[in-house]
């Protein structure tokens, strides 16, 4: 453990139930984690240790500390600098089956008006667009290149499935991970994290108002806004994702999720065959 600096890391996946754990993992009385990601062996490895230590002075004295971000799984150089900083971390890992775990992804930016609305565009292998979207998937891949920095017992991995069958079991083995006692509480257990099925204020609105939002976000809570927002927002319709694409999709990942599968020794014919498919508008009871 490095003085001042996190004692375990949730990596990821992208839009896998990763701000659900996170969650679960602040309202544990001995951890604490900052509330933003703070993207540190991905995007701001460059700013430097003094800059990551400041992220994490906040924490209250005797809390242990962690952080979540979910870009690290999928980033090439972040398994060699976690090792580098943070030998021995332990680390979290949830991943989604990855065609539903891509079209999530594209949801959500989707949402954000980042992406137009042809999920094909995004989602084919063969369009370079489709990268983010596709890479993030490729779990084998992925943990391949963390194993070969950390050793296999330092990462704890569960599926998406777990979260929503087996939520208490989820939250009891990371603690136990992390390496403190299972702490759990029901109404945070039940809670949904980032749910996109939630209204949101029309596009053309949220461009004009990105300007202003850091007056208006200390807002939000005024009885008087609330009202108004409300009589506004609108449930998002995302362009669905069909099932020609989505047979696609399960060819792309065949391979890495029969390498995972031996990789983790779990079973993942769901993910093969698309049994375990949620829905097209992404509503999902824990979202990441």
């Not at 094909?120 to 391949?144: C, M, N, S, T, V």
């Not at 980032?194 to 007056?215: E, I, K, Q």
Request: aromatic residues 8%; hydrophobic residues 40%; glycine residues 6%.
């Amino acid at each position: 453990m490095v003085e001042g600096l996190p004692s375990f890391l949730v990596i990821g996946a992208v839009k896998a139930a990763t701000t659900w754990i996170s969650h679960q993992l602040r309202c544990h009385p001995e951890l604490w984690l900052p509330d933003a990601e703070p993207h540190f062996f991905s995007d701001d490895y460059e700013r430097g240790l003094d800059h990551y230590r400041s992220l994490f002075a906040p924490a209250p004295a005797g809390r242990r500390i962690g952080e979540k971000s979910a870009d690290y799984l999928a980033h090439p150089e972040a398994a060699a600098r976690i090792a580098a900083v943070l030998p021995g971390v332990p680390m979290v890992v949830q991943l989604r089956d990855p065609v539903e775990r891509a079209y999530s992804d594209y949801c959500m930016l989707f949402r954000h008006g980042r992406v137009g609305g042809d999920p094909r565009r995004y989602l084919e292998k063969r369009d370079p667009a489709g990268a983010r979207f596709l890479d993030g998937g490729l779990y084998a891949q992925h943990l391949a290149r963390f194993h070969a920095h950390h050793g296999r017992d330092q990462i704890a991995v569960f599926l998406y499935e777990d979260v929503i069958e087996q939520p208490e079991r989820v939250i009891a083995r990371a603690c136990e991970h992390i390496g403190v006692a299972p702490h759990i509480e029901p109404a945070a257990v039940a809670s949904r994290r980032n749910d996109g099925a939630a209204a949101m204020l029309p596009l053309p609105v949220r461009r004009v108002l990105r300007p202003m939002r850091p007056l208006l976000d200390p807002l939000r809570s005024n009885p008087l806004l609330a009202r108004l927002r409300g009589t506004m927002a609108r449930p998002v319709r995302y362009p669905p994702l069909t099932m020609e694409l989505r047979a696609l999709l399960r060819d792309y990942y065949r391979d890495d999720v029969l390498r995972l599968e031996a990789m983790i020794g779990r079973d993942l014919s769901r993910w093969r065959t698309g049994a375990a498919a949620g829905a097209n508008d992404d509503r999902v009871t824990a979202a990441s």
